[in-house]
């Protein structure tokens, strides 16, 4: 069965550093993954997703992650914080042996420190 | 844009009463789920459509049922409410068809609800 794990329930950084959230899947198949992002009091949005084209994947705000067959991972990553980017995020795989649903990881909490 | 609305933000119901969570959707979409959000554990998928009067269990069917009778529209239904239903639940919708596994998936804003 498919399950993803994120490192960390919650990360601070500073306005300005690099924002690094961890994300490794486990799957029987090549997966599809998503990186979703919830602000206060919001529902889900996508950030982005891996079908499996680019490794490197661009996503709204500045956003990206990269696949890493090795590794199982989709870390995504965002080069300068801004306090705008505080929410929390989850990362998702595709089951595509049910249905095409979706499994979400627990979720990391980003501060963002001024 | 696409737009999922739910019928209401937060909800304070008493333990054994009959809860009706309503989701309408506006993009034609295929598919539509239920989640309960809770601190830690992420999304946990309750049910999930993905025709008119198709439903399939999820993660966490238990104590839960579902109704679609219009494709816009995906009702999650609490028999008798039970104070550990207290949670946060999310309705989303996808396009759903040849889109299948790569889907994104549209989110309402989700209703709190609080059994006492």
């Known amino acids: 069965a498919q399950s993803v794990t994120q490192l960390g329930s919650h990360v601070s950084v500073s306005e300005g550093a690099l924002v690094l959230l961890r994300c490794n899947y486990s799957s029987s198949v090549p997966p599809y993954l998503f990186w979703y992002v919830q602000y206060p009091n919001q529902g889900l949005q996508l950030l982005l997703k891996y079908t499996s084209a680019a490794t490197l994947v661009k996503g709204i705000n500045g956003f990206e992650a990269e696949f890493k067959k090795s590794e199982t991972s989709f870390h995504l990553t965002k080069p300068s914080a801004h306090m705008s980017d505080a929410a929390e995020y989850f990362c998702a795989v595709s089951d595509k042996t049910s249905y095409d649903k979706v499994i979400f990881g627990p979720g990391t909490s980003l501060s963002v420190i001024p | 844009d696409v737009k999922v609305t739910q019928s209401s933000r937060y909800l304070v119901k008493r333990t054994g009463e009959k809860v009706f969570l309503e989701c309408v959707q506006d993009m034609d979409h295929e598919n539509m789920f239920w989640y309960r959000q809770d601190p830690g554990l992420g999304l946990r998928l309750i049910y999930f459509?993905?025709?008119?009067?198709?439903?399939e269990k999820g993660d966490i069917p238990e104590g839960y049922s579902v109704s679609r009778e219009k494709k816009e529209r995906f009702s999650l239904i609490l028999e008798s409410a039970s104070t550990n239903q207290t949670s946060m639940y999310l309705c989303?919708?996808?396009?759903?068809?040849?889109?299948?596994?790569?889907?994104?998936?549209?989110f309402g804003p989700g209703t709190r609800l609080t059994v006492l």
């Open positions: 989303a919708s996808s396009l759903g068809g040849l889109a299948g596994a790569t889907d994104t998936q549209y």
């Open positions: 459509s993905y025709d008119v009067k198709m439903k």
